[in-house]
């Protein structure tokens, strides 16, 4: 079993930067390949990073692509989301992610947080 809990969301202005963490419960944390995914209101859910399992491999959706960076620290049961350049657009819940089979989309995660608000505001 992991228990994810991310922090870090808050408000925002248009090109600013917030850096969320998501802290990971169990000891084979570092065997999952991790993910953050946001949902809009009104909106499905969409991928926006992953890294897999020793942090050598890297994956972003094109529209945060070059604004976003992904990192994890095994060490501290943790992944982090670096956020620059916000835009409004970028307005949703945060969820961090855990999947043990390695892929990145949302249905090979087995394991979800609850979840940070993040607020872009023009």
């Known amino acids: 079993q992991v228990q994810l809990v991310e922090s870090g969301g808050g408000l925002v202005q248009t090109g600013g930067s917030l850096h969320l963490s998501c802290a990971a419960s169990?000891?084979?944390?570092?065997?999952?390949?991790m993910g953050w995914f946001r949902q809009a209101p009104g909106k499905e859910r969409e991928f926006v990073a992953g890294?897999?399992?020793?942090?050598?491999?890297?994956y972003y959706a094109v529209s945060v692509k070059g604004r976003f960076t992904i990192s994890r620290d095994n060490a501290k049961n943790t992944v982090y989301l670096q956020m620059n350049s916000l835009k409004p657009e970028d307005t949703a819940v945060y969820y961090c992610?855990?999947?043990?089979?390695?892929?990145?989309?949302?249905?090979?995660?087995?394991?979800w947080g609850k979840g940070t608000l993040v607020t872009v505001s023009s």
């Open positions: 992610a855990a999947s043990s089979v390695g892929g990145t989309s949302q249905y090979h995660m087995n394991y």
């Open positions: 169990g000891r084979i944390f570092s065997s999952y390949t």
């Open positions: 890294i897999n399992w020793s942090g050598g491999n890297t």
